[in-house]
T-cell receptor
Framework: DGGITQSPKYLFRKEGQNVTLSCEQN?????MYWYRQDPGQGLRLIYY???????QKGDIAEGYSVSREKKESFPLTVTSAQKNPTAFYLC???????????FGEGSRLTVL | GEDVEQSLFLSVREGDSSVINCTYT??????LYWYKQEPGAGLQLLTY?????DMKQDQRLTVLLNKKDKHLSLRIADTQTGDSAIYFC?????????FGAGTTVTVRA
């Protein structure tokens, strides 16, 4: 089945640790996105990539890093510099013609 | 910059119609979208409307677009308990989507 796979679904980390969230897609879409979701605030864009080996900062990129070495993969690293990392993280790809986003099931990160 | 606004909560009786409203700011948006999110899950596209349309109907869903007022609405006919979820409107701008904060719809018996 075509889709987007995010892992892990739940992740706990101690303060000061970096963690990497995985996002894999088999939809053959060029563009991929990472959003952060907090209660009552909707989705905020962290990073996006329109093509392999290229990515751009979104509205809240500080404390995060990404890579796009393969079309299928767009991992997000939450670094220790991110002051409030506890959140629900959503990865998405974009259909070229209509611009709609397809979302993974999300990863919930909790910092202890 | 983009700023999409929607009311945060809506309570509706089962069988009634739900109407969720949204305002957006980018008049150059080509498409506008409605997404649904169930607890602990990702967002699922419900429908979208092209900016040169006023209305789009898809089974129980009706989308109305007023470009002059930058107002978008989603009507769900015959609301069911399975429609309880958070609904997001989104506008497209420069290959990115900007989302509202989401409207939590609660369906009561």
């Amino acid at each position: 089945d075509g889709g987007i796979t995010q892992s892990p679904k739940y992740l706990f980390r101690k303060e000061g640790q970096n963690v990497t969230l995985s996002c894999e897609q088999n939809l053959n879409h060029d563009a991929m996105y990472w959003y952060r979701q907090d209660p009552g605030q909707g989705l905020r864009l962290i990073y996006y990539s329109q093509i392999v080996n290229d990515f751009q900062k979104g509205d809240i990129a500080e404390g995060y890093s990404v890579s796009r070495e393969k079309k299928e993969s767009f991992p997000l690293t939450v670094t220790s510099a991110q002051k409030n990392p506890t959140a629900f993280y959503l990865c998405a790809t974009r259909r070229p013609n209509t611009g709609e986003l397809f979302f993974g099931e999300g990863s919930r990160l909790t910092v202890l | 910059g983009e700023d999409v606004e929607q009311s945060l909560f809506l309570s509706v009786r089962e069988g009634d119609s739900s109407v969720i409203n949204c305002t957006y700011t980018d008049s150059s948006s080509t498409y506008l979208y409605w997404y649904k999110q169930e607890p602990g899950a990702g967002l699922q596209l419900l429908t979208y409307i092209f900016s040169n349309m006023d209305m789009k109907q898809d089974q129980r869903l009706t989308v109305l677009l007023n470009k002059k007022d930058k107002h978008l609405s989603l009507r769900i006919a015959d609301t069911q308990t399975g429609d309880s979820a958070i609904y997001f409107c989104a506008e497209q701008s420069d290959y990115k989507l900007s989302f509202g904060a989401g409207t939590t719809v609660t369906v009561r018996a």
